[in-house]
């Protein structure tokens, strides 16, 4: 399930930084991005969930828990790439963009 997790996340950021190239120049479009990322886990968590057994309704609950946590730091980590882009731009290591 770590896998599916971190795969969902991966193909959803590698989406949202396709469709949304402010995003490393853009505070709040990184933060929306990193939320976006965040927000792929529910599909997993409610299916990690309702596979262990629990209770629909439940499930769903804990689920949304669990991503809104995820897509909160998430928010945090991704309002942060502009900086770190920018640095990287600055040392050559990245093209500009």
């Not at 309702?50 to 991503?67: E, F, Q, V």
Request: include cysteine; aromatic fraction near 8%.
């Amino acid at each position: 399930m770590q896998l599916a997790k971190f795969l969902c996340a991966g193909i959803v950021g590698d989406l949202a930084f396709l469709l949304l190239p402010a995003a490393t120049r853009l505070f709040p479009v990184g933060a929306l991005a990193g939320a976006m990322i965040g927000a792929s886990w529910f599909p997993v968590a409610l299916l990690f969930d309702r596979l262990m057994g629990m209770d629909a309704d439940l499930a769903l609950r804990h689920a949304m828990l669990k991503t809104a946590s995820a897509a909160l730091f998430g928010a945090f980590g991704g309002a942060i790439v502009p900086l770190v882009s920018r640095r990287l731009m600055t040392s050559g290591l990245i093209p500009r963009s």
